[in-house]
């Protein structure tokens, strides 16, 4: 194969000087024979499977890069192989005027003899300290050896020391860091023991061998590194079990792997190993032991990039590094990961990826992990970055988390009308709103908490937000009547009376299990004179507090206030104090998308979100098209929820990034185009509009099913492109565009 076939550009800008903080907040790029998936490291728990087995790699990083004076020159050392007692292989720089015989004083009473002198700078040094002292010497006088597209031009930095090294490092030996571990914190390892996944440690001492850029013409011809390692007895025997269950074998690292691989018998099963390993492993490599492969991103023409596309295919390889650079991804040792999913050695590395959200994939339907699980942890926002006021975040909750600015579909009586819960997961979404008005009635709060819960119930294993019922209340509900204490009214859908308290709402959520609880409150009338409307949110406000009394602290599970006040500055103001008195995991804004307006509401976020907390998630309930939420999310939003793309889904109405279009018109039903060309939704991929046209005018079920499908895809792209422009800090130019292609209108008609 040729080493020309492994190049690729990489600016310099991509290779991470540091790691991510804390190190599970790394990106990983998910790499699958139906296409790449970005997620974050810590997310792992929900992508493996129980009685999956992970192997760390628990070498231990040594400080050898030592600053030394033969004479009045300084020579810098890093030793790169231990090949004796004392004795080490180093690099030596300037090598040019060594001589074997010269002593090297690094620190009074630590130096060694230059005993041979080899190609390239490289020597070998024998030292003159026992090697417990010269372990001790090496601690205190030695740094990180970096790898040399790290730059430290200040001199080094005293984070390497613990950014370079994993946590559960243990045998002291390696000269570089085997990458794939630094992004495990912890409680990430624990969070994965809690989700069943098995975690095994074998040792491989990286060497420098590992950063050589293969320089022949031939990959083959390359003269591959050779590495020490060991597998025991115990952790052999304890994979090959799991295996043997069903379980996958996920190295962490292509240390992991390379170890993993050598030490399978012919028939493929894993066996102890203690020695030098010396695998070189090319595209054609039949894999014997691991299914999957946790690594960083590696250098153009290096023996690791070589490793991961025989591992996965050259052509998703080529594909995934692409995307990496195009959604900024960090490179190299400090960099952020891949999850690679391996491919068949007989595709011949030639089938490219589709980045797809397909619900018809029969592999996705097939697969239960392509939705979020269970194995979430205490539920808070991370801000992982920022643009202006715009945040770029991550909500974790006791099912899971979700990446934000995040839209909402709304299931209102346990179903996102229409479609699957794989296939509303299929569009993006990662959270969905169940409505307590409509669950409360039928089926019933306690009839949904002895079948389980919300979760099972409907079959969404990923985070539920549930509303307190308050607003449909009062806007479906007859005979209501409200007072202090509560709202009394009778069902709209048999008359039965029922009552509606701050207590009760919280209940009823507590039963359906929802992950975000909303407080019950007193939805005020737009328009509204400053009387009422204060009025109003003092009622509101005194509700907040009876809800969060009677809320049940669990981790994972939060509490959110709503701010009200209408169109009043100083009511809103005074609400969101006296919220955060109260104190609540989340603000609302409600109240709003009754009627105001856009630029008023625009005016209200303007004036409420300074008042909330800069940690806490902020949700705007109930807005609205797209163009309202890309302009809160400019004003510092987090969450939204909307009927808009589904309700006007089952209307025949499309929204698409040219505006708004409706199918029963007549100009579509000669119209082969898709309802949006750009769409990579299967309503877009598979049907016409002249067939989608059809569909409506017929009355057929399957013509909402794909506007759904599509609305839902198109509101989902539009918070993935928020996101990534918060990241690039490019916000901005993201939404001139946004408002530069709503403003070109529909396709011209054939
Ligand atoms: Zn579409």
């Given at each position: 194969m040729r080493t020309d076939d492994f190049d690729f550009e990489l600016p310099r800008e991509f290779i991470a000087q540091h790691p991510a903080t804390p190190r599970d907040s790394s990106r990983l790029l998910e790499v699958t024979a139906e296409g790449l998936n970005d997620r974050v490291c810590r997310d792992l728990p929900s992508l493996l499977s129980p009685g999956d087995v992970m192997v760390f790699n628990d070498t231990r990083v040594l400080p050898t890069r030592l600053t030394g004076r033969r004479g009045e020159a300084t020579i810098e050392v890093t030793l790169h192989k231990s090949i004796g007692r004392r004795r080490w292989r180093a690099f030596a720089r300037p090598a040019k005027r060594l001589k074997p015989g010269d002593w090297i004083t690094f620190a009074p009473e630590f130096s060694a003899k230059v005993a041979e002198k080899r190609d390239e700078g490289e020597v070998v040094l024998i030292f003159a300290s026992a090697p417990t002292a010269f372990r001790d010497a090496l601690d205190q006088h030695g740094a990180m050896p970096l790898p040399p597209y790290i730059r430290r031009d200040e001199g080094p930095d005293p984070r390497d020391r613990e950014d370079y090294q994993t946590v559960y490092a243990a045998e002291d030996g390696a000269v570089a860091a085997p990458t794939a571990g630094l992004h495990f914190t912890n409680e990430l390892l624990n969070r994965l023991g809690d989700a069943g996944i098995a975690r095994h440690r074998v040792t491989l001492h990286v060497g420098?061998?590992?950063?050589?850029?293969?320089?022949?013409?031939?990959?083959?011809q390359h003269p591959i590194h050779t590495e020490a390692g060991r597998i025991t007895a115990e952790t052999a025997e304890a994979i090959e079990r799991a295996r043997r269950a069903g379980g996958r074998v996920v190295a962490v690292g292509t240390t992991s792997l390379r170890l993993l691989e050598s030490a399978a018998d012919d028939r493929g099963r894993l066996r102890p190993f203690e020695g030098e390993t010396g695998l070189f492993i090319l595209p054609g490599y039949r894999f014997k032991v691991v299914d999957l492969l946790i690594t960083n991103f590696h250098l153009p023409r290096s023996t690791l990039f070589m490793l991961v596309s025989a591992f996965s295919g050259i052509e998703r390889m080529r594909s995934a590094y692409e995307h990496a650079k195009a959604a900024g991804y960090r490179f190299y040792s400090f960099g952020d990961a891949c999850l690679l999913h391996r491919g068949e050695p007989d595709e011949a590395v030639r089938r490219p990826p589709r980045a797809e959200t397909a619900f018809t994939s029969p592999a996705q339907e097939a697969a239960p992990t392509a939705a979020p699980s269970p194995g979430g942890g205490r539920f808070g926002l991370e801000v992982l970055a920022q643009d202006g006021l715009a945040r770029r975040g991550r909500v974790t909750t006791a099912h899971g988390s979700f990446e934000t600015p995040a839209f909402m579909p709304v299931g209102t009586v346990g179903t996102v009308k229409g479609l699957q819960p794989e296939q509303v997961r299929a569009t993006g979404a990662e959270i969905v709103l169940g409505n307590t008005y409509h669950l409360m009635l039928r089926p019933g709060a306690d009839r949904v908490a002895r079948l389980g819960g919300l979760h099972r119930f409907i079959n969404w294993p990923g985070p539920i937000l549930t509303d307190s019922g308050g607003f449909q209340v009062m806007s479906l509900a007859e005979l209501r009547k409200i007072t202090d204490e509560g709202v009394t009214f009778q069902s709209h859908i048999d008359g039965s009376s029922h009552e509606l308290t701050p207590e009760r709402a919280v209940e009823i959520q507590d039963q359906l299990d929802a992950d975000i609880t909303m407080v019950l409150d007193e939805c005020t009338p737009f328009p509204a004179s400053a009387e009422e409307a204060a009025r109003s949110m003092r009622r509101s406000l005194a509700w907040a507090e009876r809800c969060r009394a009677a809320f049940r602290e669990r981790s994972g599970y939060a509490l959110f206030g709503i701010v009200q006040g209408s169109t009043f500055e100083d009511l809103r103001h005074e609400s969101a104090e006296g919220l955060q008195a109260i104190g609540f995991d989340g603000y609302a804004v409600g109240g709003l998308a009754v009627g105001e307006g856009q630029q008023t509401m625009l005016g209200v976020l303007e004036t409420t979100v300074p008042w909330l907390p800069g940690g806490k998630p902020r949700y705007l309930m109930g807005v609205g098209r797209p163009a309202d939420i890309v302009e809160a999310v400019r004003r510092g939003i987090d969450m939204f929820d909307c009927v808009l793309p589904t309700r006007s889904g089952r209307t025949g109405q499309g929204f698409t990034r040219r505006g708004e279009i409706n199918m029963k018109n007549a100009r579509h039903q000669d119209d082969p185009r898709p309802i949006d060309p750009e769409c990579p939704c299967p309503a877009c991929r598979h049907y016409s509009r002249a067939y989608i046209h059809h569909l409506f005018r017929a009355g057929e079920m399957l013509g909402p099913i794909l506007l759904t499908t599509h609305n839902l895809s198109y509101y989902q792209s539009i918070m993935e492109g928020l996101r990534q422009a918060i990241e690039r800090e490019q916000l901005d130019s993201f939404v001139a565009r946004f408002h530069q292609e709503l403003a070109e209108g529909d396709l011209p008609e054939l």
């Open positions: 420098a061998g590992t950063f050589l850029p293969v320089k022949t013409e031939l990959a083959e």
